[in-house]
């Protein structure tokens, strides 16, 4: 069984930004969520892009909001369960940009 | 060559909409686009059909503005060329709900 998801420190989340730069903190209804934006050649590469974020979405039960269209590509994450920013979402980077 | 789409008459719209009720006429910064709302059984469900709308997407090359939460889809379309609802719009919702 999976463990329960923890808040990440403000430690832990600089430190995953800092390494995946890709990836900003921001906010939404006044709640923290980690945002992905990028702009790839044309849409087979977002869409590649797309069915990883599935892939991984599906295989630790954690999914993302997805925005696309053609080129353009915008990702919101945060866990629900507890309104913050938490091992699951890290896990959730760390499987994805791998 | 493709011809150049042309725009959709009232009535060819009213056609389109009547047919698939799951499209409807909406509008954005002051156009008209066709937008489709749907809550699937879960992920798996809403990206099977997600990756059906990026199949025909890439095949007409037309391609959907998509947003997607867990189980829930939002598709808006037009044509950017024309900023209007054309025979190109109506080519990729015959072609999604067949």
Redesign the interface.
Known sequence: MREKPTSLSEEEIENLLDHYKEWKLDKKDGKPIFKFEKEFRN??EA?SF??KV?LV??SINH????????NKLKLELFTHETSSLTTKDKEFITLLMK
């Open positions: 849409f087979i869409f797309i069915t599935a979405s599906e999914h993302a909001e997805i925005w696309n269209v053609y």
